[in-house]
Structure formats: structure tokens, C-alpha cells
């Protein structure tokens, strides 16, 4: 369907390098990156807006690399939708004789907006109908700049269920730009992760979940338990230090420094030790109620980050201040490779 | 900033007072009268109607002009980019009277001869008025087009061009559009500056009866012949009839924007 091959474009003092992907036709693609990773140029670009050098865009075997937008079959909605201000939300989506398409404004639920002006809308009425003037032109491929960034917290996961129903009603081959990985994980069939203008993973949800290829992608995903370690090689897995202190067991093999994380949920807390492996007795530092979740950070000579339910932590009963034991399964520690780029805090060294 | 508000203000009451004490120690010197009689006169009509056309003219040639040399200096970048903006700037600085010399010395040498040879007679002819107007306006009119040109998304003309436009359609369909009202603001300053315009057009056209004769050249020769009547007249209609006209159009213009 779109296949990516060593893309590389240079914009002012940013570039985006050697970029290589391929999306499958009906496939929801997401790439998630920090703002400033190169999401939206790798948009704008598969687009048409920018001329490229260097690498190749293919789009149903045809080559687009450098052709005029008009020719690509794309449709783009962009983050800030660009409904242009001077024509009626009818025009906006027929611009370029387009007829109107009674299906699309039925599904988006526009058709009372069709005679009023962009100016006059709410930001969802706005996305509803740059979503409208981009379907209603039978797109091969759709792209979709952070599309709920201008929306409130409470409308994000309505939008979610819509791109997903419009997704699926009109059998869209999709590539969604966001920095939120919850979005990600909701909407993708699979995700590109990226950072500084490159991709640094590419798997489905699960993949990138629960196994991060880097420290960056680790930490975009929410694993705020990451560690320098000195692993070493057992039969079964590898023990990893911490601290010369701190011994942790996993399945996973690495030899001599990498990086330990570990998903916060997946750090068991209780009263008592029960000699297991992996067990660490600590004192909790902080306790962090956030609705159905309470977030602890328990000190056992580094800082480590637990969530668990509310009703588990109204059954445990613990304080700050309070000792505690805590658990953590051997397949939950996932090894990350030692970039030497990086120093502690994930910053790159000049 | 109550009394920065209060000194701002008594500026601009003073300034209004210079203005209106102007325009009417005009209107006071003459009587209905002398302007129904000037008003009636051949060489009013003539100038009136000449002035009317050839403002209509050199406004029309200059947004041709305009248009595209707006949208080429705002929104492309190149080497020498500064330079070709000064030199289209250079009739705004230069006398108008210099300007005109100027063109007067090039078309009454090689230059003239040639277009000449064409049949077209720009030194003290009608087609030399608009010459004249065309040059002094042409930078006003384009550097307002130019400002609202290069405040427009290139965004925009993006998302045009993936919605299937082409580059054409995009500058018709959303670039004019969305800079209307710098055009029109164009428009009115280049108007407003071609129906006074007289230096060049002494210079170029020169002054002759019936022929080259707008309103700033019918004052003028009004003057030098000592018939203030009909100057001090010329000029107060002159004044009401651009103001009528400026009015009608910039209504004209309101009513149309809708968003």
C-alpha cells in the first residue's frame, strides 16, 4: 500500500533521517513522537508538501515521491483543520467541484452546519467537517495530523470511537499523528515510534507496550521505572544490579550495562515477604490517589513507582512512611539495550 | 495612561483641525454659483471624465501588474530579493516631478522613437497621463497586496492543492479571496493617488487643454491663467466627487464580506 524507503528531507535545522516504513492497505498506522520529533513533516511530506531529495514515497505501487499534491489521492486533515474562512462549510468540502457526497455528511452529522461558516464552529464541528472535505474525495490513503489536540479530555475517547467507526465504514487505510500513547494503543493496528526525526520502533500496540526497544520509547509508553544496570548471564535469564545493591531477576539476556524497566502496574506491593524471587522490602515515600488507580513511590534504595487499584490499596492499608515489601515477576523486567548516548536523565550527550 | 490617552488625543484634534481648516478655507471661497457654473463648464466635463477614465485605466494596468509581483515577493525567497524590493520602491521616494523628468529624457530619446514606430506616443499625449499614474501608483497598490499576500498560510495553499487543486485554482479560488481586503485597500490607495496625481503627468503629458488635462492639471492651468473661480472650484468638486466615489465603493466593498 504506502511503503517508505530511506526517506530523508532536511527543513531549517531539522531533518528527518533515513525513514523507512510501510503501511499495509485497511491498516491503522499510527506514529507517536514528542513535540518536535518530525511527526507532522513525515505527514506533510507523504502529502506532497515538501520536494524530496532523497528516498522514495510509493503509494499502491505508483511512485508520489515528488508529484503534485492534487495527483497523490491523499487526503490530509490537518491538526488546526484549515477549513478555509472565506467559503461556507458546503464550499470548504466541494472546493474543486467535488460533488457532495450525502453518505460522509450523514455519518459526520454536518449537514445542519453545510450553509454556516468555519468561523462560527466548535472545534469538534470543525474536525467533523475537515474529516467531511477529506473522505468525501474517496482518499487512498488518509492522514490525520493530531486530530484531537484542540479537543477536551471528555470529547477525546468520542473521537476515538469515531475515527475507529470511520475507519472501519469506509474501509481507510489510515496514518494518525499523536504524542498521546493512550490514543495510540486505542485506535492502531500498528505504531511507529518517533524521535529527533527518525523512527526508533515499529510494532503493534502490545509490542511497544511491553517491549520497548529503547529508553525513549520505554518512557513515552509510560514506564516511569527505568534503570541503569551490570547485567550478567544465568542459565535461565540474568541477574541485573542496580547500585551494586539491588538484584533483579528476568528471562531476558543482557551482559554488562543496560537499561531495566519495568511497568509501574506490574510492581506487586504487600505486608509481608514471602522469600520470592525479586522480592524488595522498601518504605513508602509518596501515595497518589488518581480515581480507580493510586500511584505509590516506595524507596528500596532507588525510587520505584507502583500502581494498583483503588480496592487493592483500601485492602493493604498503607501510609507514608509505612515499611513495605514489593514483587516483581521475572517476565515483567523488560532489558533495554545501553545507549551511550545517553547520560542518566535520557538527554543525548553533545 | 489616562493622561498618555488625553495627550494622544489632543494630537489628533490638532491634526483634524489642520486638515478640516485646509479643505475648508477651499469650500469657503467659493459660492454655489461658481461651482454650478464651473460644474457645467466643457473643461470641467472634459477633465472629469478624463480623469475618471484614465485613473480607471492606470489602476486596472497596475493590479495586473500587482497581483503577480505581490505574490512573487511574498512568497518566494531569492537571491537579490531586497534589491528588485528597493527598486520598486523607488518611486514612492522620488519626487514625482523627478520621476516624470525622467521618463520624459527616456521616451523623448531612442526609447520613444522606437515605441513611436509602433504608433504608441507616450510624451504629451492621453496615453502618457496613464503612464504617468501607472508608475507612481503601481508600488502603492502592489505593497499593500504584498502585505496581505504574505500574511496568508502557505497552510492554505497547501491543503487547497491536496483537496485537487491546481496552483492556478489555489491563488484564484483561496489566495484572492482570502486577501480581498488588501486588495481593495490596494485599490483605493492607488485610485486616491492616480486622480491626484500631477507631477509626472506635468512632466510626461504636459499640460494641454482638452487634451491632458485632469483635475490637477485643470487647477493648475487654471491658475497660471489667473482663473481662480474655476481653480478653487475644480478643486472642491474634486474633492466631493472622490469622496462620493470612495464611499460608494467602500460600501459597495462591506456589504460583499459575509464571513
Redesign the interface.
Known amino acids: 500500500m504506502l511503503v517508505i524507503e530511506n526517506l530523508s528531507i532536511k527543513f531549517g535545522n531539522f531533518s528527518l533521517k533515513d525513514i523507512n516504513l510501510s503501511v499495509q492497505k485497511g491498516e491503522y498506522f499510527t506514529v507517536l513522537g514528542t513535540t518536535g520529533s518530525g511527526k507532522t513533516l513525515l505527514l506533510?511530506t507523504i502529502?506532497?508538501?515538501y520536494r524530496v531529495s532523497n528516498g522514495k514515497i510509493i503509494l499502491n505501487n505508483t511512485e508520489i515521491t515528488n508529484i503534485?499534491?492534487?495527483d497523490?489521492g491523499?487526503?490530509?486533515v490537518?491538526q488546526d483543520y484549515?477549513l478555509?474562512?472565506?467559503?461556507t462549510v458546503y464550499e470548504n468540502i466541494t472546493?474543486?467541484k467535488?460533488q457532495l457526497d450525502e453518505e460522509v455528511i450523514e455519518f459526520l452529522n454536518i449537514k445542519h452546519l453545510l450553509n454556516r461558516?468555519p468561523?462560527t464552529l466548535s472545534q469538534g464541528e470543525k474536525q467533523r467537517v475537515a474529516l467531511a472535505?477529506a473522505l468525501i474525495?474517496n482518499p487512498k490513503l488518509l492522514l490525520l495530523d493530531e486530530p484531537t489536540s484542540s479537543l477536551d479530555a471528555s470529547i477525546k475517547r468520542v473521537v476515538w470511537k469515531n475515527l475507529d467507526r470511520i475507519k472501519k465504514k469506509f474501509l481507510l487505510t489510515v496514518i494518525h499523528v499523536t504524542h498521546d500513547f493512550e490514543e495510540a494503543l486505542f485506535l492502531s493496528d500498528r505504531i511507529a515510534v518517533m524521535k529527533n526525526g527518525t523512527i526508533e520502533q515499529i510494532g503493534t500496540p502490545k509490542e511497544i507496550f511491553t517491549f520497548p526497544r529503547s529508553k525513549f520509547v520505554a518512557e513515552l509508553t509510560g514506564i516511569e521505572n527505568i534503570f541503569e544496570g551490570v547485567g550478567i548471564l544465568n542459565k535461565k535469564g540474568s541477574f541485573v544490579s542496580i547500585n551494586q545493591e539491588l538484584n533483579f531477576f528476568t528471562y531476558e539476556k543482557a551482559e554488562g550495562k543496560v537499561y531495566l524497566s519495568i511497568r509501574p502496574e506490574n510492581v506487586v506491593l504487600k505486608k509481608y515477604k514471602e522469600n520470592k524471587i525479586n522480592e524488595f522490602e522498601g518504605t513508602v515515600v509518596k501515595i497518589l490517589e488518581k480515581g480507580f488507580f493510586v500511584r505509590f513511590d516506595i524507596d528500596i534504595g532507588v525510587n520505584i513507582v507502583s500502581l494498583m487499584s483503588a480496592k487493592d490499596f483500601e485492602e493493604l492499608n498503607l501510609r507514608a512512611g509505612d515499611s513495605v515489601t514489593l514483587e516483581i515477576e521475572p517476565k515483567n523486567i523488560h532489558l533495554i539495550p545501553y545507549d551511550k548516548n545517553l547520560n542518566k536523565e535520557g538527554v543525548e550527550n553533545d | 495612561m489616562r493622561k498618555f490617552d488625553s495627550i494622544a488625543q489632543i494630537f489628533l484634534i490638532v491634526f483634524v483641525i489642520i486638515v478640516v481648516s485646509g479643505v475648508s478655507s477651499l469650500f469657503l471661497r467659493v459660492n454655489p454659483y461658481i461651482l454650478l457654473k464651473t460644474f457645467k463648464s466643457k473643461e470641467f466635463l472634459f477633465s472629469l471624465k478624463f480623469s475618471l477614465l484614465t485613473s480607471s485605466i492606470s489602476l486596472l494596468i497596475s493590479l495586473l501588474f500587482s497581483i503577480p509581483i505581490a505574490y512573487v515577493l511574498s512568497k518566494n525567497d531569492f537571491l537579490g530579493k531586497e534589491i528588485i524590493k528597493d527598486i520598486m520602491d523607488i518611486p514612492i521616494f522620488l519626487p514625482p516631478l523627478v520621476l516624470g523628468l525622467a521618463y520624459l529624457i527616456l521616451f523623448g530619446g531612442k526609447v520613444g522613437s522606437l515605441f513611436e514606430k509602433i504608433g504608441i506616443q507616450f510624451l504629451f499625449s492621453p496615453l502618457g497621463v496613464v503612464f504617468a499614474q501607472f508608475i507612481v501608483i503601481t508600488p502603492y497598490v502592489e505593497r499593500n497586496i504584498e502585505v496581505v499576500f504574505s500574511k496568508i498560510s502557505k497552510r492554505y495553499e497547501f491543503i487547497g492543492k491536496s483537496m485537487g487543486l491546481s496552483d492556478f485554482e489555489v491563488f484564484k479560488k483561496i489566495i484572492i479571496p482570502l486577501a480581498k481586503d488588501g486588495i481593495f485597500t490596494g485599490l483605493i490607495t492607488g485610485w486616491s493617488r492616480a486622480i491626484a496625481e500631477f507631477g509626472a503627468t506635468l512632466m510626461i503629458a504636459g499640460a494641454t487643454k482638452m487634451r491632458t488635462e485632469t483635475f490637477p492639471i485643470a487647477i493648475f492651468l487654471g491658475i497660471a491663467s489667473g482663473d481662480m473661480d474655476f481653480a478653487v472650484s475644480t478643486g472642491v468638486l474634486m474633492i466631493i466627487i472622490s469622496f462620493l466615489i470612495l464611499f460608494m465603493v467602500r460600501g459597495a466593498f462591506e456589504r460583499n464580506v459575509s464571513y
Open positions: 506533510e502529502a506532497g508538501r503534485h499534491p492534487k497523490r491523499i487526503g490530509y490537518p484549515l478555509l474562512p472565506h467559503l472546493l474543486g467535488v461558516h468561523s472535505r474525495r
